[in-house]
C-alpha cells in the first residue's frame, strides 16, 4: 500500500457514516466508530427510521454487520415498516449482514436477562459493527437505577466501546420524562440527538438538536430534517464545497447592453446573488426572464424556479419571443416550489436535489417573497441559507421578491450580495418605472435613479437630460 492509501484507509476506518442523507455532514464526515448515541424524541418522530437507516446502509453501503433489538415493535411490523422505506432487511438477514431481536413480549427481568445473554451472544458471533436499542427506556423499566447503570456501563460501554461497535440508544423523549434512571444516560453517552418538532402554518418542521458531540466540533447544533418514503433527510448547513476554479471569473448581466452597462456597472460578479425587488407590476419577472434566457443561449445551464404557477412563467418567455421547448433543449430547467404548506427544510432540499442533478451555472428564482407567510424568523434563515446554497454550487442567482418598502428594510436585501430596487412614479398622466442599484458587492457605485423602459428590450434612460 502507498503511504497515501494507507492515510486514506486511516481516515475511512476513523469515521462511521451514519447512513443518513446530510447528518454526516454535521459531524464533520461521521460519528467515530464505537461511539454511543442517544437519539431521543418524541413518538413518530423517526428515531426508528432513522436508526434502522444507520443499520441498512451500514449493511448495503459499507459491508457493515448491524443488530437491532428492538422492544416496542415485533418482527412482523418492524419488517413491514421499514419496506415501507424500501429497506428489505429480510435480504440483509439472509445475508448473514442483520440480525432482529425481537424483544417486543418482554415485560420481566426473567425475560430481560435472557434477551439480554442473546444480545451478548450476537455481539460475540456475528461482526457487528453496528447496534441499536430500541428502546433505552423498555429496558429502564425492568431494572432499578443502579442495575441500569451496570448494564449501560458494562454492555454498552464495556462491550460496545472494546470491540468499536457503534450504537444509537433510542430514548422516547428524555425531556419530559423525568426519569431518574435515565437522567445519567447523557452524561454517559458520546452524542446526544434529541428530535424535536414546531408547527410552522399548517405544517410540522421537524428539526434535531444536537446537544453533544464529544470529540467533535459540529458545524451546526440544529438542523432540519424531512421524513420522505426514502426515510429520515437531513438538511446540513453549508460546507463550503471548493470553487471550480475560473468558474467565479467575470461578469454576467441579463443579456441587455443598455441596462448592463449602465445599471449593472458591466454586470453583476458571477457567484454571486442579485436581488431585485420592487412593488407588483414593476417587471421583475421580465428581468428575470432576459436574464435566465440570455443566460441559456450564452450556453449556460440554467435554472428558472419559480415560487409562483410555471404556466404563467412560461407565457412570459413565449410573449417575449421565446420557444420554451427550445430554450429547454439547449440547458434551461424550469422548477415550480410550491410555497404553501412546506417547511424551509423541504425547499432547501429540493433545491439542493436540483442543483446536484442539474449542475446549473445560473439561477432565476422568482418571488421568493411568497414564503413570507413564515414566521419572519424562519423565513430570514431560508433566504439566507438558499443564498448560501446556490453560492456553495458557484451559481450566479438573480432572485426577485416583491415588496411595497424601501429594499434596505427588507430580509432579503442582507441575503443579497447586489441589490437593485425597481418602482414606479406617477408622472403627470404617465406612470414611470425607475429602476436603481442599492447595493453592489465589492463595488462602489453610485445610486443613480434611471427611468426603466420595457419596449424594444429592457432600455434604460436618463431622468434628466441635461
Ligand atoms: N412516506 C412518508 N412520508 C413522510 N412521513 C412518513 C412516511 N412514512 C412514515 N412517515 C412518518 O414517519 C414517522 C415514523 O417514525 P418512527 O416510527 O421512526 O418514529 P419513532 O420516533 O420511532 O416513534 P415511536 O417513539 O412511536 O417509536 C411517523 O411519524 C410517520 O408519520
Ligand atoms: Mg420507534
Redesign the pocket.
Known amino acids: 500500500m502507498e503511504k497515501g492509501n494507507v492515510e486514506e484507509a486511516l481516515k475511512e476506518e476513523e469515521t462511521v457514516k451514519s447512513g443518513v442523507n446530510g447528518l454526516d455532514d454535521l459531524f464533520g464526515g461521521g460519528f467515530d466508530p464505537g461511539s454511543v448515541i442517544l437519539l431521543s424524541?418524541p413518538?413518530?418522530?423517526?428515531?426508528?427510521?432513522m436508526s434502522a437507516q444507520f443499520i441498512y446502509n451500514g449493511a448495503v453501503k459499507y459491508g457493515e454487520a448491524g443488530l437491532y433489538v428492538n422492544f416496542?415493535e415485533s418482527r412482523g411490523d418492524f419488517m413491514r415498516n421499514m419496506a415501507?422505506f424500501r429497506m428489505d432487511f429480510n435480504r440483509l438477514e439472509e445475508e448473514g449482514l442483520f440480525r432482529f431481536i425481537d424483544a417486543y413480549n418482554v415485560f420481566n427481568r426473567r425475560s430481560l436477562d435472557l434477551i439480554l445473554s442473546h444480545v451478548l451472544d450476537e455481539l460475540a458471533s456475528l461482526r457487528v459493527r453496528r447496534m441499536v436499542l430500541d428502546s433505552v427506556n423498555s429496558v429502564a423499566a425492568m431494572m432499578d437505577k443502579d442495575e441500569l447503570r451496570g448494564f449501560i456501563a458494562a454492555t454498552i460501554l464495556g462491550i460496545c466501546k472494546v470491540n468499536k461497535v457503534t450504537c444509537i440508544l433510542i430514548s422516547?423523549q428524555l425531556k419530559e420524562v423525568a426519569d431518574v434512571k435515565l437522567a445519567e444516560l447523557a452524561f454517559m453517552c458520546d452524542t446526544v440527538i434529541n428530535l424535536e418538532a414546531k408547527l410552522i402554518g399548517d405544517t410540522v418542521e421537524r428539526f434535531l438538536i444536537i446537544n453533544k458531540a464529544r470529540g467533535k466540533n459540529p458545524i451546526a447544533s440544529r438542523a432540519e430534517y424531512i421524513?420522505?418514503?426514502r426515510g429520515v433527510e437531513v438538511f446540513a448547513p453549508i460546507v463550503r464545497l471548493p470553487a471550480e476554479r475560473g468558474r467565479l471569473d467575470g461578469y454576467v448581466g441579463i443579456g441587455h447592453p443598455e441596462f448592463d452597462e449602465k445599471v449593472l456597472m458591466g454586470g453583476v460578479r458571477r457567484g454571486t446573488v442579485t436581488l431585485i425587488s420592487g412593488p407588483g407590476g414593476t417587471g421583475k419577472r421580465f428581468l428575470l426572464v432576459e436574464f435566465a434566457a440570455s443566460s441559456v443561449l450564452r450556453g449556460e445551464k440554467t435554472l428558472y424556479a419559480t415560487f409562483r404557477d410555471l404556466r404563467r412563467v412560461e407565457e412570459s418567455f413565449i410573449n417575449r419571443g421565446y420557444d420554451v421547448k427550445e430554450l429547454e433543449k439547449r440547458g434551461m430547467r424550469f422548477v415550480e416550489f410550491s410555497p404553501f404548506r412546506v417547511t424551509p427544510g423541504i425547499i432547501l432540499l429540493t433545491l439542493k436535489e436540483t442543483l446536484d442533478d442539474f449542475q446549473p451555472s445560473m439561477a432565476a428564482v422568482e418571488e421568493v417573497a411568497s414564503l413570507k407567510w413564515l414566521p419572519r424568523e424562519d423565513y430570514y434563515r431560508l433566504i439566507n441559507k438558499m443564498a448560501a446554497l446556490f453560492k456553495d454550487y458557484g451559481v450566479t442567482v438573480m432572485m426577485s421578491s416583491e415588496s411595497n418598502v424601501d429594499v434596505r428594510e427588507t430580509d432579503e436585501f442582507r441575503a443579497a450580495d447586489n441589490v437593485i430596487s425597481v418602482w414606479s412614479e406617477r408622472e403627470g398622466n404617465e406612470a414611470v418605472r425607475k429602476v436603481c442599484v442599492v447595493k453592489m458587492e465589492g463595488r462602489t457605485h453610485y445610486e443613480k435613479v434611471r427611468k426603466l423602459t420595457y419596449e424594444g428590450g429592457v432600455r434604460v434612460a436618463e431622468l434628466y437630460e441635461y
Open positions: 424524541g413518538p413518530g418522530s423517526g428515531k426508528s427510521v416496542s415501507r422516547n421524513i420522505t418514503d
